[in-house]
């Protein structure tokens, strides 16, 4: 099955920086998305990006299907923003998203 | 309902009790998913519905584990002669069509004890 991947694993930023969390995956895609998942354990859907590029506020993500990756950039960090980010694919036979590892975030004030 | 309702938030239960997870989707969302997740681990998928029935159960981990979807709104995840190891954190996501954007509940925790 298609295989997703993550990096990095962890991040510790201090507030106020940028980062970029990358996400490779194995094959062709119809469907990615993103997700946060809080330190209480909800899941929140950032972006729905089988293509192209979007923006909400401070967040926004790329995928370029064609070279199997995506991205998500998170500009002058909160400590709010700390948690886990998942990215998730469904392959061309699928109806379920396929979980990456995530990549665990730590905002420092 | 305005989001997606789990139902308990959680649940201890003795090796061996049978146990019943409910999941109430967003109203109007046609395809229903359950995951689980593990302490520190990503999310494992189980089984997702499009209406009432379920084309992919190939993550259920084994015959102990079964779902049912009726009046294509409220699902239950029974898990039989519980183990030690289903211990973890049961999701359930809806969304208005397969393979659009998910929308999560807020889990039940079921510890085995």
């Known amino acids: 099955g298609i295989q997703v991947e993550q990096s990095p694993p962890d991040l510790i930023l201090q507030e106020g920086a940028n980062s970029t969390l990358r996400c490779n995956f194995s094959?062709?895609?119809?469907?990615l998305q993103w997700f946060h998942q809080n330190p209480w354990g909800q899941l929140i859907n950032l972006f729905y990006?089988?293509?192209g590029t979007k923006q909400n506020g401070r967040l926004s993500a790329t995928t370029v299907a064609t070279e199997r990756y995506s991205l998500l950039y998170i500009s002058s960090s909160q400590t709010t923003d700390s948690g886990v980010y998942f990215c998730?694919?469904?392959?061309?036979?699928?109806?379920?998203?396929?979980f990456g590892q995530g990549t665990e975030l730590s905002v420092k004030p | 309902g305005a989001g997606v309702s789990q139902s308990p938030s959680n649940k201890v239960t003795e090796k061996g009790k049978d146990v019943e997870l409910r999941c109430d989707p967003i109203?109007?969302?046609?395809?229903l998913y359950w995951y689980r997740q593990s302490l520190g681990q990503g999310l494992e998928f189980l089984i997702y519905?499009?209406?009432?029935?379920?084309?992919?159960k190939s993550g259920l981990p084994s015959d102990r584990f079964s779902a049912e979807r009726t009046g294509g709104s409220v699902s239950t995840l029974t898990i039989q002669r519980t183990q030690q190891e289903d211990s973890a954190v049961y999701l359930c996501?809806?969304?208005?069509?397969?393979?659009?954007?998910?929308?999560f509940g807020s889990g039940t925790r079921l510890t085995v004890v």
């Open positions: 996501a809806s969304s208005s069509r397969v393979n659009y954007g998910y929308t």
């Open positions: 094959d062709s895609v119809n469907n």
């Open positions: 990006i089988p293509s």
């Open positions: 998730a694919v469904v392959d061309n036979q699928g109806g379920k998203l396929i």
């Open positions: 109203s109007g969302h046609t395809a």
């Open positions: 519905f499009q209406g009432n029935s379920a084309p992919d």
